[in-house]
């Protein structure tokens, strides 16, 4: 039986959970919120998951599945003109995106990720 390893445990979740060689990424939000536009948002939110997978000993390129919140679905072309950018080409995930609303009024999005360590 494999064990579950924790990343960033805190009192109500941890960053990331892995188990039996897939990483499960909690729901990634911006942390700089001051006026930021749906672009900066996503750049930073996947800059967070890149170094995420990265401390699980996974990448991009490993993603299997991603579910995208957005606070309003207007922001959905903003948000996929960075995607589009910063997915791995050929190695697109599976992949949902649907308007929520979102714990902080401020943030305009949130992505969960689940990944195959390499």
């Keep these: 039986m494999s064990n579950i390893q924790r990343l960033n445990t805190g009192v109500r979740l941890s960053?990331?959970?892995?188990?039996n060689g897939t990483v499960y990424l909690a729901?990634?939000?911006?942390?700089?919120?001051t006026e930021q536009g749906i672009e900066?948002?996503?750049?930073e939110v996947?800059?967070?998951i890149d170094k995420l997978l990265a401390e699980s000993g996974s990448s991009k390129e490993r993603i299997?599945?991603?579910q995208i919140f957005l606070k309003d679905i207007?922001?959905?072309?903003?948000?996929?003109?960075?995607w589009d950018e910063w997915v791995a080409k050929g190695q697109c995930p599976s992949r949902a995106t649907v308007q929520?609303?979102?714990n902080n009024p401020a943030w305009r999005i949130e992505i969960v990720i689940v990944a195959?360590?390499?």
């Design 15 to 19: 960053d990331a959970s892995i188990y």
């Design 64 to 66: 299997l599945s991603c």
């Design 74 to 82: 207007s922001d959905l072309a903003g948000m996929n003109s960075v």
């Design 100 to 102: 929520a609303t979102l």
């Design 116 to 118: 195959a360590q390499n």
């Design 27 to 33: 729901g990634q939000v911006p942390r700089q919120t």
């Design 46 to 48: 996947l800059a967070s």
């Design 40 to 43: 900066a948002q996503t750049a």
